[in-house]
């Protein structure tokens, strides 16, 4: 069974661009979110979709989006960028029946990232 | 904020068990705690998870106190392979709140 896979693995963007990362969860999964990992910060969680509905959101600016397809993948979009969004985001997948803050929830499936340098 | 503290490093000697230690003094009833760990460079792992019963897994077992404010994970046989840093999560309203974890160093 394949995993969660994320493209691309590395990029360099520079400041003001916007990026798109791509994430296709586990076949079956439904439940997609992202974090963005730092050094200064650790794991923060960005948002979480479920059959094409954000569910959940992190404390990030709206610089930061999301949206998921009908087949349950998911991208991420960073708009102008800045240097402090220098990352590793990583995506996430949730097997079926899980219900986001219960119980069920606590099994996540992580991709190895997306490390997004801004120059 | 993260609801658990986690020391911030510990060393196990090979073969041995590693205990990882958790507090969550402010965890609710219907809390679970939920152990990730991330090996350097990739996603993290999901460990185990548990209410209020000790688990057991294929990797880990978890030990939760009767009163629930603290666990332990215990990784029985400690390889070189178990390096990494451990999560201990509790969820936070909705969300997986991710402190800063134990770097684990398993040492030959």
């Known amino acids: 069974k394949a995993g969660v896979t994320q493209t691309p693995r590395y990029l360099i963007k520079t400041r003001g661009q916007q990026v798109t990362l791509s994430c296709s969860p586990i076949?079956?999964?439904?439940?997609v979110s992202w974090y963005q990992q730092t050094p200064g910060q650790g794991l923060q969680f960005l948002f979480e979709?479920?059959?094409?509905?954000?569910?959940n959101k992190g404390n990030f600016p709206g610089r930061f989006s999301g949206r998921q397809f009908s087949n349950s993948r998911s991208e991420m979009n960073v708009s102008t960028l800045e240097l402090g969004d220098s990352a590793l985001y990583l995506c996430?997948?949730?097997?079926?029946?899980?219900?986001?803050?219960?119980?069920?929830?606590?099994?996540?499936?992580f991709g190895e990232g997306s490390r997004l340098t801004v120059l | 904020d993260a609801k658990t503290t986690q020391p911030t490093s510990m060393d196990c000697a090979e073969g041995r068990a590693a205990n990882l230690p958790c507090n969550h003094s402010?965890?609710?009833?219907?809390?679970?705690v939920y152990w990730y760990r991330q090996i350097h460079s990739q996603g993290p792992q999901y460990i185990i998870h548990?209410?209020?019963n000790n688990e057991t897994n294929e990797m880990a077992s978890l030990i939760i106190t009767e009163d629930r404010k603290s666990s332990t994970l215990i990784l029985p046989h400690a390889t070189l392979r178990d390096t990494a840093v451990y999560y201990c999560?509790?969820?936070?309203?909705?969300?997986?709140?991710f402190g800063p974890g134990t770097r684990l160093s398993v040492l030959p």
């Open positions: 402010t965890i609710s009833g219907n809390e679970y």
């Open positions: 996430a997948s949730s097997p079926p029946l899980t219900r986001w803050g219960q119980a069920l929830a606590g099994e996540l499936f």
């Open positions: 999560i509790v969820l936070y309203g909705q969300n997986f709140v």
């Open positions: 548990g209410l209020k």
């Open positions: 076949s079956g999964h439904r439940s």
């Open positions: 979709y479920f059959s094409e509905t954000q569910r």
